[in-house]
């Protein structure tokens, strides 16, 4: 069964500092891996969307990274904004066995931001 | 968000009433998704459409059906609510298929089935 397993699964920082949240998953074959941002009574946000052959990608201080081999990804978020406070989904997209395809979701990681 | 419009935005019945929720879009965008999102799961395919009148199933489809008259609506109707669909559901729409294209999602309809 597809998994998508995502770590911590809350977290609090201080604002201004980094953090890293881990996505593994367990997918196979692997079509494409995104990050979502999905504020408290809103729809999920695309930050980010990365095929297998990309190993990182930006958008402005989130940064995401993809280890197809190991079928890990990290989102780093630099310089923490209290704006940052939100839920944070990895996704990823996958064939699957016997045909058709699936969008699988991780639990997400509910990070907060403090003074 | 995209142009995307849910509604109703929240929403409480009865257990064993229809309800039907809406989405609403003004991007003109083929495909079509609903989704629930519940505690500790991600979130989960209810049904998509891919034009208007062409629907299919996703993981989670008992006890909810679709439809989709006209490219701007997709219509999720519940025919006989129970407490297990108390749920947020979530439009979410695409220019081509999901897995390959970006997806934009609505804000989201609350339904609680009491």
């Known amino acids: 069964k597809n998994q998508v397993e995502q770590s911590p699964q809350s977290l609090i920082i201080l604002e201004g500092k980094n953090c890293t949240l881990q996505?593994?998953?367990?997918?196979?074959?692997?079509?494409?891996l995104r990050w979502y941002k999905q504020d408290t009574g809103r729809g999920p946000v695309s930050l980010t969307i990365?095929?297998?052959?990309?190993n990182t990608k930006s958008n402005g201080r989130y940064t995401a990274t993809l280890d197809a081999d190991t079928k890990q990804s990290s989102l780093h978020i630099t310089a923490s904004q209290l704006s940052d406070s939100a839920s944070y989904i990895c996704v990823v997209s996958a064939v699957l066995t016997g045909g058709g395809n699936k969008l699988t979701f991780g639990t997400g990681t509910q990070l907060k931001v403090e003074l | 968000d995209a142009g995307i419009t849910q509604s109703p935005r929240h929403k409480v019945t009865e257990t064993g009433t229809p309800v039907t929720l809406r989405c609403h879009q003004t991007?003109?965008?083929?495909?079509m998704y609903w989704y629930r999102q519940d505690p500790g799961h991600g979130l989960r395919l209810i049904h998509y459409s891919y034009g208007v009148k062409d629907t299919d199933k996703g993981e989670v489809s008992d006890g909810y059906s679709v439809s989709r008259s006209k490219t701007e609506d997709f219509l999720l109707t519940l025919e006989s609510a129970t407490s297990s669909q108390t749920s947020v559901y979530f439009c979410a729409i695409s220019s081509g298929h999901i897995m390959n294209t970006e997806a934009f999602f609505g804000q989201g309809t609350r339904l609680t089935v009491v």
């Open positions: 991007e003109n965008h083929r495909y």
């Open positions: 996505c593994n998953y367990t997918v196979s074959p692997f079509s494409n």
């Open positions: 990365m095929t297998f052959s990309e």
